[in-house]
Nanobody
Framework: VQLVESGGGSVQAGGSLRLSCVVSGNTYVTYCMGWFRQTPGKEREGVATINSAGGSTYHAPLVGRGNVSYDNAKNTLYLHMSSLKPEDTAMYYC????????????????WGQGTQVTVS
């Protein structure tokens, strides 16, 4: 599985961004796809997850400010973020992992290279 993120950049506080992640080679029948972020010296944290059953989960950093979606025709995972804050500055990663018995297996099996988001 290969994942390639894009869409990061510099944005002013209060602005919006849409991140994209093109997913290729995914053969999992049931799966989770997620967005995570990481800043230097800190652990990677979950931002939003979507699964093959159509469910989505938003984690504390982005509750109420984000929307995750997957376009099957384009094999692309999206994360739209609004009302961005300086503390949202991080490297954002997308990941794919199989889903077993309604749970996403951890750690995620495959990762992209990341896209930097800077909010000032």
């Amino acid at each position: 599985v290969q994942l390639v993120e894009s869409g990061g950049g510099s944005v002013q506080a209060g602005g919006s961004l849409r991140l994209s992640c093109v997913v290729s080679g995914n053969t999992y029948v049931t799966y989770c796809m997620g967005w995570f972020r990481q800043t230097p010296g800190k652990e990677r944290e979950g931002v939003a997850t979507i699964n093959s059953a159509g469910g989505s989960t938003y984690h504390a950093p982005l509750v109420g400010r984000g929307n995750v979606s997957y376009d099957n025709a384009k094999n692309t995972l999206y994360l739209h973020m609004s009302s961005l804050k300086p503390e949202d500055t991080a490297m954002y990663y997308c990941g794919v992992t199989p889903m077993e018995e309604t749970k996403c297996t951890r750690p995620y099996k495959f990762w992209g290279q990341g896209t930097q988001v800077t909010v000032s």
